[in-house]
């Protein structure tokens, strides 16, 4: 039993997992977060894909070209406000990462954690009889038949890693997903048998309660001021200054206003993206797992009673302003391949979340320069798919039972 007090900024899905994993180490754990309650940000309505076998960093050779292609486009998977300097230097580290060995390597990480997410999750669910909604599952589909040879050039990588997956033909596709519409035209798709749909929000939740039980304190409504370099354990929380052992920042984009003081290389920028929530009419009519439309990147989930459909990546822009581009393009997808699953005319939930993402589209899991001062952020466009596995490592390092050198990928650098 270590005893170390540990503070842990931020509760959406990262920070809930990590005070849970730290809590079971032995650690004593305080998460701090100014919302009301857990999730209520990025983790709040996202896409739910848990998919070791897609999991992509941002930063793929492919996404520029289509960064480009995609700004005059009547619907679009990117969108881009006119581009601040902060912006264009970011896409310039981002170009550099991209580079393929570099998206290999981030890619391989990225794999890796979702897999052990997937892992923990059901040991989590099964062992604490969570309820999470839940499908089992992932169809990704190409529209067209260059883009569909292209992924099928990756998949000898995946049959090394274990993931197992399946081409499928139209006839296949109907088979797995029979309320699919089937005169959308498309070349095929892969089918990944063992990803899956989960709520996250949902999860989130519960874990909290179990991080309770095993002693975790949660303070609500309670901002923490950016951290000082001379003391970063030394926080400043609604003006009361508190003290700790260990301070872990799992903050999503709120972390650069936290770290802004300390000058750590963590060029973080927000991206956008949207989901819209709509309770299922008739279930024969909606999808059974859940599908990613690979030319629009947005998704197509059940959870429970009700359809998620999520996406786009919007650079700029202001955080509350939705935009009618985006949320035009959500429709489409939907119509095109589910046109009977909700009822359009009732009240449809549409959300605007930031992703936390670094240049490199992975995220940053470890220590840092400072004694005592940990990271668990930058998680992107997967911080759900990531979230137990991150939590698993960091807690890991902490109570060294892990070396950071298993994880260089990961590291602050
Ligand atoms: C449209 C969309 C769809 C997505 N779909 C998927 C998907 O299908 N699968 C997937 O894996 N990922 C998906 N993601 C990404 C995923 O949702 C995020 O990566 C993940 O939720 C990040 O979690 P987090 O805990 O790091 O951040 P957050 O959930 O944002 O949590 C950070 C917390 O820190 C708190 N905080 C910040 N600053 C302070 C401060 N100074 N004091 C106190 N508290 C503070 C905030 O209040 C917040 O609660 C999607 C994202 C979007 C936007």
Redesign the pocket.
């Known amino acids: 039993m270590n005893n170390k007090k540990v503070a842990v ?7 809930v997992t990590t005070a849970y994993e730290l809590s079971l180490k032995g650690f004593k754990v305080t998460v ?4 009301q309650t857990c ?5 709040f309505a ?5 998919s070791p076998g897609y999991i992509t960093p941002w930063a793929s050779p492919a996404i520029f070209k289509r960064l480009m292609q995609e700004q005059f486009a009547k619907h679009a998977s990117i969108l881009m406000h006119f581009p601040s300097l902060e912006t264009l230097s970011w896409l310039g580290k981002s170009i550099k990462a991209s580079k393929s060995e570099r998206y290999w390597r981030h890619r391989q990480a990225l794999q890796k954690l979702a897999l052990m997410t997937q892992k923990r999750l059901k040991e989590l669910v099964q062992s604490l009889g969570i309820e999470v909604e839940q499908s089992q599952g992932y169809n990704v589909i190409y529209r067209s038949e260059r883009h569909l040879e292209m992924a099928k050039s990756s998949l000898p990588y995946l049959t090394d890693l274990g993931i197992p997956f399946q081409i499928l033909d139209k006839e296949g596709l109907l088979q797995k997903e029979p309320a699919l519409e089937s005169d959308t035209p498309f070349s095929g798709a892969i089918h990944f048998p063992e990803d899956q749909i989960a709520n ?1 929000r949902q999860f989130a939740l519960a874990l909290r309660d179990e991080a309770e039980k095993l002693g975790v304190v949660f303070e609500f409504k ?3 001021e950016p951290l000082s370099a001379d003391n970063p354990k030394r926080l400043v929380v609604n003006s009361k200054p508190l003290f700790f052992d260990h301070v872990v920042v ?5 972390s650069v ?2 770290l802004n003081q300390l000058s750590l290389p963590i060029p973080m920028t927000p991206v956008y ?3 819209m929530t709509a309770i299922i009419k008739e279930p024969l009519d909606a999808p059974r797992c859940g599908i990613l439309d690979e030319k629009y990147k947005v ?1 197509i989930s059940r959870q429970g009673n009700r359809i998620r459909v ?2 786009i990546m919007e650079f700029g822009g202001e955080p509350k302003a939705q935009s009618p581009k985006a949320i035009q393009t959500l429709y489409k997808v939907l119509e095109d391949w589910f046109p009977k699953a909700t009822d359009m005319g009732q009240q449809i939930q549409v959300w605007k ?4 993402m670094l240049p490199k589209g992975s995220p940053i899991v470890g220590q840092t320069p400072f004694d005592g001062l940990w990271l668990n ?1 930058g ?7 990531t979230s137990c596995g991150s939590a698993q490592v960091l807690s890991g390092m902490m109570a060294q039972d892990i070396p950071d050198t298993d994880w260089l990928e990961l590291a602050l650098n």
Not at 379 to 385: C, E, I, L, M
């Open positions: 900024i931020g509760a959406g899905i990262i920070g701090f977060d100014k919302n999730s209520e940000e990025s983790s996202n896409g739910g894909v848990i996250c309670s901002n923490v799992c903050s999503g984009i709120g206003k936290l993206g949207y989901s998704t999520g996406g979340g930031a992703r936390a952020l998680h992107g466009s997967s911080g759900w798919a």
